[in-house]
């Protein structure tokens, strides 16, 4: 069974601060996926990395994929208040199967 | 479009009743999938669809029945509900690389 650990489990920060979520794991995906989700919600993801050493910016997250495809990261700068809700990452399974495996989420607080 | 919809979106079971759960999307897509989210678990993979009239196991299935009698249909099953099955369950439905998630439904199992 592939394994996503992801840290810090909850984080709590003043708006304008800067944050990295990480997401490790000790199997190689095909790529991974971040979502954030909002209270009452699904999941909506918000990017797709695939490449190791792959760097995506959306806005003010950027998205890093680990050389070996086995982590990520997502830093947010300055973040907003809008910032705020759970964010998961998942790995998606190799072989044709596009499985996800998600890791238990990071609950961001932006406080105004 | 109104993409994944699920039905309802709350309930309440007392322990040994049965219940179904719907998930529908008009965007044509061929694999669907149900999951469960429990506080400090994520979200974890019950069963999924490749295709109308295909079913699979996903990570946690025992307890749950499946059927995708059409292409646009998931309904998830629950024969004898238990108080471990008290969870939010998602619905989702895949083009590519992307799922695409319902609101969910939040139940609870007495």
């Known amino acids: 069974t592939q394994l996503l650990e992801q840290s810090p489990q909850f984080l709590s920060i003043q708006e304008g601060e800067n944050l990295t979520v990480y997401c490790n794991s000790s199997?190689?995906?095909?790529?991974l996926q971040w979502y954030r989700q909002e209270p009452g919600e699904g999941p909506v993801l918000l990017v797709t990395?695939?490449?190791?050493?792959e760097v995506k910016k959306l806005k003010r997250l950027t998205f890093q994929f680990g050389d070996a495809r086995k982590d990520s990261s997502l830093h947010i700068t300055a973040a907003q208040p809008g910032d705020t809700g759970l964010y998961l990452c998942?790995?998606?399974?190799?072989?044709?199967?596009?499985?996800?495996?998600f890791g238990k989420g990071t609950k961001l607080s932006v406080i105004p | 479009n109104a993409g994944v919809t699920q039905t309802p979106k709350f309930r309440v079971l007392k322990t040994g009743q049965s219940m179904t759960l719907l998930c529908a999307q008009d965007?044509?897509?061929?694999?669907m999938y149900w999951y469960r989210q429990d506080p400090g678990m994520g979200l974890r993979l019950i069963h999924y669809?490749?295709?109308?009239?295909?079913?699979a196991k996903g990570e946690v299935p025992d307890g749950y029945n499946v059927s995708r009698l059409k292409k646009q249909n998931f309904l998830l099953g629950l024969e004898s509900a238990a108080p471990s099955q008290t969870s939010v369950y998602f619905c989702?439905?895949?083009?590519?690389?992307?799922?695409?998630f319902g609101p969910g439904t939040r139940l609870t199992v007495l």
């Open positions: 989702a439905s895949r083009t590519g690389l992307q799922q695409f």
């Open positions: 199997s190689v995906f095909s790529s």
């Open positions: 990395v695939v490449t190791g050493g």
């Open positions: 998942a790995g998606v399974g190799g072989a044709g199967s596009y499985q996800l495996t």
């Open positions: 965007m044509n897509h061929e694999y």
């Open positions: 669809s490749v295709g109308e009239g295909t079913t």
